[in-house]
C-alpha cells in the first residue's frame, strides 16, 4: 500500500517568513495529492491540492508543487501570518482499486509574532 | 447545510464496554469514510463506503464494524472497547470514492476507554 512521510514534524516561523513542509510517497500510482490545516481541537480542512498532471498551484499565500519523478511534493506558505499556526497534513490517493487517502503524520507550524 | 455531523462529541468507555458512533451528512454524496487520528500518526483509514451498500476494510479496522445504515448514515461500532481504541475519531464524505474530490471531515468524536 502507500505510504507517506512528512518533514519537519514541528516548525516555528517568524511572522512575515516563509514556511515550507515536504512530503513523500510511496506509490507510483499515486496521482492526488490533497493538503489539509487542522486548528487545535478542531476537524481537518483543506486548504490546496494538487493533481499528478500539474506540477504547480498556487492559491494567494499557498503553493504545492510536486516532483513525480522524486515522489515528492511540498507545501510553501508565503508571508506567514500568526493565523496559520496549525497542524499541516499532507497526503496521497492511488489511482489503484481501493482509492484510499493515505495522511503523513503532520507538522506543527507555529508562527511566532 | 450542517455538512458532516457526529455524534457524540465525547464519550468515556470502561473497557469491554460497547458502543457506536454515529455520522450523518446532508451533501448528498456517495463515499463515507471513517478515521482514528493519534498523536504523532496523522489520520488512519478504519473502514470506507464507497457507496450505499458496500463497505470496506481500511488500514486499521480490527476491533471495529461499519453499517452504511443509508446514503446519509454511516456507523461505527466497537464492539468490545479496548484502551488503545482512545482516540479521536472522525467521519468525513466525499462525492465519489477517492479520486480528486474533496474529503470534508465531521466535528470528530474524542474516545477514551479505560
Known amino acids: 500500500g502507500e505510504n507517506v512521510e512528512q518533514h519537519p514534524s514541528t516548525l516555528s516561523v517568524q511572522e512575515g517568513d516563509s514556511a515550507v513542509i515536504k512530503c513523500t510517497y510511496s506509490d507510483s500510482a499515486s496521482n492526488y495529492f490533497p493538503w489539509y490545516k487542522q486548528e487545535l481541537g478542531k476537524r481537518p480542512q483543506l486548504i490546496i491540492d494538487i493533481r499528478s498532471n500539474v506540477g504547480e498551484k498556487k492559491d494567494q499565500r499557498i503553493a504545492v508543487t510536486l516532483n513525480k519523478t522524486a515522489k515528492h511534493f511540498s507545501l510553501h506558505i508565503t508571508e506567514t501570518q500568526p493565523e496559520d499556526s496549525a497542524v499541516y497534513f499532507c497526503a496521497a490517493v492511488s489511482s489503484g482499486s481501493a482509492r484510499q487517502l493515505t495522511f503523513g503524520s503532520g507538522t506543527q507550524l507555529t508562527v511566532l509574532p | 447545510n450542517a455538512g458532516v455531523t457526529q455524534t457524540p462529541k465525547f464519550q468515556v468507555l470502561k473497557t469491554g464496554q460497547s458502543m457506536t458512533l454515529q455520522c450523518a451528512q446532508d451533501?448528498?454524496?456517495?463515499?463515507m469514510y471513517w478515521y482514528r487520528q493519534d498523536p504523532g500518526m496523522g489520520l488512519r483509514l478504519i473502514y470506507y463506503?464507497?457507496?450505499?451498500?458496500?463497505?470496506d476494510k481500511g488500514e486499521v479496522p480490527n476491533g471495529y464494524n461499519v453499517s452504511r445504515l443509508n446514503k446519509r448514515e454511516f456507523s461505527l461500532r466497537l464492539e468490545s472497547a479496548a484502551p488503545s481504541q482512545t482516540s479521536v475519531y472522525f467521519c468525513?464524505?466525499?462525492?465519489?470514492?477517492?479520486?480528486?474530490?474533496?474529503?470534508?471531515f465531521g466535528p470528530g468524536t474524542r474516545l477514551t476507554v479505560l
Open positions: 468525513a464524505s466525499s462525492e465519489r470514492q477517492g479520486s480528486t474530490d474533496t474529503q470534508y
Open positions: 451533501m448528498n454524496h456517495n463515499s
Open positions: 463506503s464507497a457507496s450505499e451498500g458496500t463497505t
